[in-house]
Structures are given as structure tokens and as C-alpha cells.
């Protein structure tokens, strides 16, 4: 092995320890976010790991010093916006042989009480918090921006730049939302003692 071979070589593994020391702490926020965002779980791994790859692609051009969270989730909604206007202007495939498959597990059912038995598995989670569905029923704008900046702590021009919105427009979503928010957890949070009457 050269010395430039070598040198390369040091190069790339400092960039590699350099991107995941900054990285890494963010995934688990990431992966949350995502979650939230594509409200699938494949998906939002998919999602993730998009994000770190193209962040790992970009990495030269990150201003050591500025804000890594930022960037990373500026990074993810550009993802997320780009595939979510993609499968919309897609229509949805299904196999043949999937759809046959579909239609004769619906004929081979008697009657419902295989779906009750489903549904009623203790092992599975279906209620997640109050607070987590009354965010989900929220436009995709709103329920971004409360992301951002509420969950992930971003200040109001990151979550914009992230956005690629003018911080005015984020204020008001970000407005609107918390307000239809309040509304929607209102009885809920009567019931749990953090508002009198």
C-alpha cells in the first residue's frame, strides 16, 4: 500500500467517525419523527435510512458548528416531501395473483369472528396516546411543523428552512395547529386533572 492510498484511507475513516459522532445521537429522534410523518413503520425505517445516506453523501458541504438537528431533519422532509408527491402522482399497483388471494381469504371467512379475534389480541398496540391520534388527525402542514419545532426543539427559521416555507407561514401553521390541538385534547385533558372547570 502507497502513502496516498493510505492517506485516503485515513481521510475517509476520520470523515466516517467525524459523521457518525454527530449523527447518531439524532436517529432515535429521527426515527420518531418519521414515524410520526409516514405513519408506517417499514416506511419510516425506509425513510431513516434514506436520510443518513444522503446526509453521509452530503457531508463535505455540512458547516461544522451550525445545526446538525436541522440539517438532518431539513434533509428527511425534503425526502419526504419528494416521495410523498412521487406516490401521489403514481397510482397504486396490486399484483393480479395478490388481488385473488385477497378476494378468495375474504370468501373463506364465515362470518366475522375471525377479524373480533384479530382485534381484540391483547398483544397488540391499538391505542396509542390521546395526544398522539389528535396529532395524526392534523393537515400534513400543521402536523409538521408541531413536529419540529414543539417534538424536536428546532427554532422557528430551522423548522422553516426544513419547510422551505417563510418563518411567517410556519408561525401560523404553527398557530393553528397548537389551537386545534387545545380544542381536540380539551376533555382529555379535563379528565386527567390539568384543566378545571
Not at 430551522?158 to 395547529?177: D, H, I, N, Y
Request: aromatic share 8%.
Amino acid at each position: 500500500m502507497n502513502e496516498r492510498q493510505e492517506t485516503s484511507e485515513d481521510l475517509e475513516r476520520a470523515t466516517r467517525l467525524s459523521f457518525e459522532a454527530l449523527v447518531l445521537p439524532h436517529l432515535g429522534r429521527l426515527h420518531g419523527t418519521a414515524l410520526r410523518l409516514t405513519r408506517r413503520p417499514e416506511e419510516a425505517s425506509d425513510l431513516v435510512q434514506e436520510t443518513m445516506l444522503r446526509a453521509y453523501r452530503t457531508f463535505a458541504n455540512f458547516a461544522p458548528g451550525t445545526n446538525e438537528k436541522a440539517w438532518l431533519f431539513t434533509i428527511m422532509y425534503s425526502i419526504f416531501v419528494n416521495a410523498y408527491r412521487r406516490e401521489r402522482r403514481e397510482p397504486d399497483l396490486v399484483a393480479a395473483d395478490e388481488l385473488e388471494n385477497r378476494f378468495q381469504q375474504t370468501i373463506e371467512l364465515p362470518d366475522g369472528s375471525a377479524h373480533l379475534e384479530i382485534l381484540r389480541n391483547p398483544a397488540l398496540e391499538w391505542h396509542p396516546s390521546e395526544a398522539e391520534r389528535a396529532l395524526q388527525r392534523l393537515p400534513e402542514e400543521f402536523r409538521i411543523a408541531v413536529l419540529l419545532v414543539d417534538v424536536q426543539d428546532l427554532s422557528y427559521e430551522e423548522a422553516a428552512g426544513a419547510m422551505k416555507c417563510p418563518v411567517g407561514t410556519l408561525r401560523s401553521r404553527l398557530f393553528r395547529a397548537r389551537k386545534q390541538l387545545a380544542v381536540e385534547l380539551l376533555d382529555y385533558a379535563r379528565n386527567l386533572g390539568y384543566v378545571k372547570e
